[in-house]
């Protein structure tokens, strides 16, 4: 059967996918310290980030992030709605 471009995961090493998850849980990516936290050198991990399996599998885990961050603005915004003292100003300041 072959694989969907759509799940490469299978292929991709976990040493990766470990780099990854520090990439996505950073503010401003640092390639350094993805390297260093999944055992790899910096070259190296630019080398798996050069292949077109792990950009789809870096953008996947990017997509799947943002849309849990996504759904969890509108259970942020009953919580405002329903505890906060001034609940329009803040749903104001979140569109």
């Known amino acids: 059967m072959a694989e969907s471009k759509h799940q490469p995961s299978r292929s991709i090493y976990p040493s990766i996918k470990t780099a ?4 996505l849980s950073q503010s401003r990516y ?9 055992g790899l050198t910096t070259e190296k991990l630019r080398e798996y980030l050069a ?19 996504c759904a969890s ?23």
């Open 30 to 38: 640092d390639l350094q310290q993805a390297a260093i936290g999944a």
């Open 20 to 23: 990854v998850a520090i990439l």
């Open 51 to 69: 292949r077109p399996a792990v950009r789809t599998y870096l953008r996947n885990e990017r997509r799947t992030q943002l849309e849990a961050l």
């Open 73 to 95: 603005n509108a259970n942020a915004l009953a919580r405002v709605r329903d505890e906060g003292e001034n609940a329009m100003a803040v749903v104001n300041a979140v569109r």
